[in-house]
């Protein structure tokens, strides 16, 4: 009820809605493919054939941008998964076991956290090759450490409170006791910081491309359509080759804020009327 009433939470998810299905209906909201090219209508401003105009190839740029939106918000939505999949088990281990254990996951989150992260996710990706399951990877698996901070503060509170004492009265097996107690108990921030994650996500994956290092073309992405636009005359003549693009990464990143945001206020309990 409480998430209901934000008039900005709904519209985030009326944006991320409408950007969710320009992505999987994208062959059915345009008449082109999303590499078909017409070299005698090349860098053609917006029509009435081609709302947002046409590329250097004769591509037209509305359809690369309903079929880049699949590729960004993929990246967002499996990156941001793996992210939770691994610093969920690996604070909820740390957290609960503590000692040894929290030290040494502890410090290789450390180690993580303290490296610059574009420039070894450029590394990275230079190392296995620019592909999207690479990006989706590389981001997975540097992004973890923060939540895995989040999930083991919470599970330090929690294992100290009366229904664990009860689970281990009860002889509950270690691992029910961090995947059937303790973890569910912290689904509220893992769902607020996988949403924040995802617009995370989208802008890592989209500055790799700028970069020349994410998904090559001619496979569409929002950053790789304003890498291929970033010269100065394109910037002051050739608008609907990068405004749009920019828009499209604007736009989804400001609606998963809005949503996270939202989720923050509507799960934390000291806001309950």
Partial sequence: RRL??????MLGFAILFLLILGAIFAPYLTPYEWNETNVLNTNAPPDSEHLLGTDNMGRDTLTRILY???????V???STSLIILIGTISGGVAGYYGGTVDNIIMRIAD???SMPFLPLAITMVAIFGAHMFNIMLVIGI???PSLARLVRGEILSLKEQEFMEAARALGIKD???????LLPNTMAPIIVAGTLGIATAIILEAALSFLGMGVNPPTPTWGNMLRAAQS?????NRWWLWIPPGISIFIAVMSLNLVG???RDALDPRLKE
């Fill in 4 to 9: 209901r009433k934000n008039k900005l939470a």
């Fill in 68 to 74: 880049a939106g699949r590729i960004s918000l993929t």
């Fill in 76 to 78: 967002g939505l499996v």
């Fill in 111 to 113: 180690v993580f956290m």
């Fill in 142 to 144: 540097l992004g973890w």
């Fill in 175 to 181: 691992r029910n006791q961090i995947f059937r107690h």
């Fill in 232 to 236: 100065m005359y394109v910037l002051q």
């Fill in 261 to 263: 945001d939202a989720l």
